[in-house]
């Protein structure tokens, strides 16, 4: 080992490259790590992190509004976007000076600043100084696409959503995802006016058909106008609109590949590697796939992301990259050149903050305690962070009946804290279990903190339990999440 400047060079600093660089140090390995934009990554500063403090801040009017009809002499004043902004950036820079302090304290040499591959032991750092490493991690994460089409730096991603100077009149949020539901609720619940287009024909590809629908139902009910079957096809600044061109095919753009944006955060307008043009406050003009053509103060493109893996220098050392990009990786986190792994978003697998997490830990386990773990990505709980929140785990109901003979147990109902104020919002319960076997293959949950309760039933299901073991468990009352153990009958077998 004495023959490199490091055991370890860790590339990003997010959830993931913090972690196994912290574990792996405390190994007793040189543990260096670089990062060319701010220690956190995505979670901490675009993404997990100022997404929920903007949920909280978003969800107090409605909880003013149930406030006044249970009897309080209560109203909502007006929203002070900046004071708001100004306060998250500051617990974001608090958060990453924890980071900071804890990979100082973990005795992890810090590069601020990018580093590239120059062979299979060697690093480029951005002032053409080069280090050597045993091993590699790479862990640069993910950043969001936009749709390949003319104009489209003028709508924003996901990045540019912490910084907006003032906060929006309208958005059109193109995407029907994790990301475009968040912000939709959100952005509604400040009081912005959302319209959503999203190619598909419902929101959240890929979840529980049921739970996506009555997310769908509330989040329309709230107010967000969702279009399905539409995409954006012709963008531009408004004043610009007759210089636009006409009769464009609807079809072509349904599909529009998408293009890449910034790896690093963007300061909006301000950050030469951001690739979001700067509006200067002036209304977007937009045209459907449909024919509808409206103006915005935003588009915001929700449409997906990509791992940062491009100019790193991965595929000249010989690191396989997926069709997506994606470094392609081992049970064990290993790529195709063995003395670099990958760990997170980068490697395309589970794009989760606390995935990443576990899969540096077990490249420590492996790497630097000589005990091989492999990553376990079976059964991860997780939730979508709308209003109410979609909390799933397992197998949905489509994906379980593809192969076995399963019953379905169901139940949705008006909460009693809106049933008492007659607000028309539902939950929903959701067991998928394997008729033969009994155990749980999945649980959705529609209602406020399913998050939370999904966590905690996630436990359960992950230990493997059966439908009887759940029912043997006395209930709660009166809480929504006691009908987890008292659904007797199902409503489906199939
Ligand atoms: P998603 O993949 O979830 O959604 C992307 C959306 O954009 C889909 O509706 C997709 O449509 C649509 N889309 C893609 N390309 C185009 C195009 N060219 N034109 C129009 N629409 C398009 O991505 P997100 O960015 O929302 O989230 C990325 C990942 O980040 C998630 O998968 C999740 O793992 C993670 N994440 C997790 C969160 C959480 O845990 N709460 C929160 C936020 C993100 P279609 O379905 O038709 O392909």
């Known amino acids: 080992m004495a023959d490199f ?5 860790v590339i990003g600093g997010g959830s993931g490259g913090v972690r196994a660089a912290r574990t792996s140090a405390a190994t007793g390995a040189r543990v260096a790590l670089a990062e060319e934009s701010r220690l956190g990554g995505t979670c901490v500063i675009r993404g997990c992190v100022p997404k929920k403090l903007m949920v909280f801040a978003s969800s107090y009017p409605q909880l003013v509004d149930e406030a006044s009809h249970y009897g309080w002499d209560a109203q909502i004043g007006a929203f002070d976007w900046p004071k708001f902004r100004k306060k998250l950036h500051s617990e974001l820079d608090r958060l990453e000076e924890v980071y900071r302090s804890m990979l100082q304290k973990s005795d992890v040499e810090i590069f601020d600043c990018r580093a590239r591959l120059k062979d299979a032991h060697t690093i480029e750092l951005a002032d053409g100084k080069t280090v050597t490493a045993k091993h590699i991690l790479i862990a640069s994460g993910g950043h969001p696409v936009r749709p390949d089409m003319p104009n489209a730096d003028l709508g924003l991603v996901s990045n540019d959503m912490f910084l907006l100077e003032k906060l929006p009149k309208s958005v059109l949020i193109i995407g029907g995802g994790y990301i475009a539901c968040e912000f939709a609720c959100i952005l509604n619940g400040l009081g912005v006016d959302v319209t959503i287009y ?13 739970a996506r629908g009555l997310v769908a139902e509330m989040i329309r009910d709230s107010g967000v106008e969702i279009h399905t079957g539409t995409n954006i096809i012709e963008m531009d600044l408004e004043e610009n609109v007759d210089d636009l061109p006409r009769g464009t095919n609807s079809d072509a753009a349904m599909g529009a590949p998408v293009s890449e944006v910034s790896h690093s955060s963007s300061r909006l307008g301000d950050n030469p590697k951001s690739q979001t043009r700067d509006a200067a406050g002036k209304r977007i003009w937009v045209k459907a796939s449909n024919g509808r ?18 100019d790193m220098g991965l595929e000249d050392v010989g690191v396989k990259l997926g069709r997506g990009g994606n470094i392609e990786v081992d049970e064990y ?8 792994y990958a760990i997170g978003d980068v490697t395309g697998r589970v794009e989760l903050t606390p995935v990443a ?3 540096g830990m077990a490249f420590t ?10 990553v376990d990505h079976e059964l991860i709980p997780s939730a979508v962070f709308t209003q109410p929140e979609l909390g799933t785990i397992g197998m949905t109901e489509e994906e379980a009946m593809e192969d076995r003979e399963i019953e379905v147990y169901c139940t949705s109902f008006r909460p009693m804290q809106s049933a008492f104020i ?7 319960l959701k067991l998928i279990v394997d008729k033969e076997s009994r155990v749980i293959l999945g649980c959705h949950i529609v209602a406020d903190h399913a998050g939370e309760m999904i966590q905690l039933v996630g436990i359960a299901i992950k230990a493997g339990l059966t439908k009887e073991q759940f029912d043997s468990t006395c209930a709660v009352h009166p809480t929504i999440s006691e009908e987890i153990v008292t659904m007797r009958d199902p409503v489906r077998t199939g």
Do not use: C, W
Not at 198 to 210: A, H, M, T, V
Not at 293 to 303: E, I, K, L, P, R
Not at 365 to 374: L, W, Y
């Open 5 to 9: 400047d490091y055991d370890l060079f």
């Open 198 to 210: 999203l190619r598909g024909g419902q929101i959240l590809r890929g979840f529980d058909s049921e």
């Open 293 to 310: 053509t409206g103006t915005f103060d935003h588009v915001f493109f929700a449409t997906g992301r990509k791992p940062s893996t491009s």
């Open 333 to 340: 986190s290993q790529s195709s050149v063995p003395s670099i």
């Open 357 to 359: 997490i576990r899969e």
């Open 365 to 374: 386990e492996t790497v630097f305690k000589g005990n091989k773990t492999p």
């Open 422 to 428: 007659d607000k028309p919002a539902r939950t929903l």
